[in-house]
T-cell receptor, first 121, second 110 residues
Framework: GAVVSQHPSWVICKSGTSVKIECRSL??????MFWYRQFPKQSLMLMAT?????????EQGVEKDKFLINHASLTLSTLTVTSAHPEDSSFYIC?????????????????FGPGTRLTVL | GQQLNQSPQSMFIQEGEDVSMNCTSS?????WLWYKQDPGEGPVLLIA?????ELTSNGRLTAQFGITRKDSFLNISASIPSDVGIYFC??????????FGTGTRLKVLA
C-alpha cells in the first residue's frame, strides 16, 4: 500500500514551452502533496506544499507563477513548469501524505513518487 | 533553503563491513527519518524516529534519534552490494514539512 506514481518519468522539451507533471496517490487519499526539486548530486529541496482544494504554499525563492500547482482531487496533484528554460532542468519528485484520520502509522508519513527527469533544451 | 548536514559525504566500504553515518542540525526536530535513494528514483523510507533517544532497527539497519533532538545516526551492519545508493536524513518541521540532509553516497566493494 501507499504507492505514489508520477507521469511522465522523463520529458525533454524546448526552451520556452510548458511542461505538466502529474503526481497520483494510487491506493490512498492524500490531504497534502509536496513537490521537491533535486539537482544532480544534491539533496531534495522542497518547492511547495499543496492541499486539496486550496492554493499551494511555495517555499521562499520559488516562483509561483512559473511553477503552477493544481491539487484538484485527493489523489492528483499537477506541477506545470511554465516557459521552461535550461536552468529548470532537474529531477522533480512529489510526495503525498495520507488523509488525516488514516489508521495506523501511515498518516504521519510522506510517500514519495519515482520522480520525473525534466531536460530543457 | 535550510538543510541538514550529513557526514560523511561519501564512502567506499568492503562488503561485510559495518557503516555509520550521521546527520546534524542547529534546529530541533520532532521526527527524524532516514531514506535511501537509488539513481533515477524517488527516496524510500528506511526508518522513522519519533522520540528523543529512540533507537529503532529495521533488519540490518539501526537508527537513533539524538537526545538533544538535533542529530541522528544510521548504522548498516554487514553491508552488501545492494546497499549502494544515497542515504538522506530528513527532519520534520511542524506537522508535516520535511527538511532533507545533504546526503551520504555509499559504495560497496564486493
Amino acid at each position: 500500500g501507499a504507492v505514489v506514481s508520477q507521469h511522465p518519468s522523463w520529458v525533454i522539451c524546448k526552451s520556452g514551452t510548458s511542461v505538466k507533471i502529474e503526481c497520483r496517490s494510487l491506493d490512498f487519499q492524500a490531504t497534502t502533496m509536496f513537490w521537491y526539486r533535486q539537482f544532480p548530486k544534491q539533496s531534495l529541496m522542497l518547492m511547495a506544499t499543496s492541499n486539496e482544494g486550496s492554493k499551494a504554499t511555495y517555499e521562499q525563492g520559488v516562483e509561483k507563477d512559473k511553477f503552477l500547482i493544481n491539487h484538484a482531487s485527493l489523489t492528483l496533484s499537477t506541477l506545470t513548469v511554465t516557459s521552461a528554460h535550461p536552468e529548470d532542468s532537474s529531477f522533480y519528485i512529489c510526495s503525498a501524505r495520507p488523509e488525516t484520520g488514516t489508521s495506523g502509522d501511515l498518516w504521519n508519513e510522506q510517500f514519495f513518487g519515482p520522480g520525473t527527469r525534466l531536460t530543457v533544451l | 533553503g535550510q538543510q541538514l548536514n550529513q557526514s560523511p559525504q561519501s564512502m567506499f566500504i568492503q562488503e561485510g563491513e559495518d557503516v555509520s553515518m550521521n546527520c546534524t542540525s542547529s534546529s530541533i526536530f520532532n521526527t527524524w527519518l532516514w531514506y535511501k535513494q537509488d539513481p533515477g528514483e524517488g527516496p524510500v523510507l528506511l526508518i522513522a524516529l519519533y522520540k528523543a533517544g529512540e533507537l529503532t532497527s529495521n533488519g540490518r539497519l539501526t537508527a537513533q534519534f539524538g537526545i538533544t533532538r538535533k542529530d541522528s545516526f544510521l548504522n548498516i551492519s554487514a553491508s552488501i552490494p545492494s546497499d549502494v545508493g544515497i542515504y538522506f536524513c530528513a527532519g520534520q518541521i511542524g506537522t508535516y514539512k520535511y527538511i532533507f540532509g545533504t546526503g551520504t553516497r555509499l559504495k560497496v566493494l564486493a
